[in-house]
């Protein structure tokens, strides 16, 4: 069983940044893929960034050239380095992780929000 916990989160300004972390506990050698989504009101939660199976990072075109993905595997962490953040940026950000065994685990989301 996988456990995923978000954090970084916060109020910032338009044009700022912030990194966020996603922890990760369990079993974590089933993981297969790993990334980040987020959910705005209103609207799907959508794919910002993954890493795939293969260890490339795909990202939404939205935050291309602003966002990172990155990871840490001797800490089991995984972080999105957000630049020159944007209010259309404001969600709450999950981290989701695929298992080998087929399901996928979320983690309990992170406020960001990008206002003036």
């Known amino acids: 069983q996988v456990q995923l916990v978000e954090s970084g989160g916060g109020l910032v300004q338009p044009g700022g940044s912030l990194r966020l972390s996603c922890v990760a506990s369990?079993?974590?050698?089933?993981?297969?893929?790993v990334g980040w989504y987020r959910q705005a009101p209103g609207k799907q939660r959508e794919l910002v960034a993954v890493f795939t199976s293969s260890g490339s990072a795909n990202y939404a075109d939205s935050v291309r050239g602003r966002f990172t993905i990155s990871r840490d595997n001797g800490k089991n962490t995984v972080f999105l380095q957000m630049n020159s953040l944007k209010p259309e940026d404001t969600a709450v950000y999950y981290c989701n992780a695929r298992t080998s065994y087929g399901y996928q685990r979320w983690g309990q989301g992170t406020q960001v929000t990008v206002s003036s």
């Open positions: 369990g079993s974590i050698f089933s993981i297969t893929t």
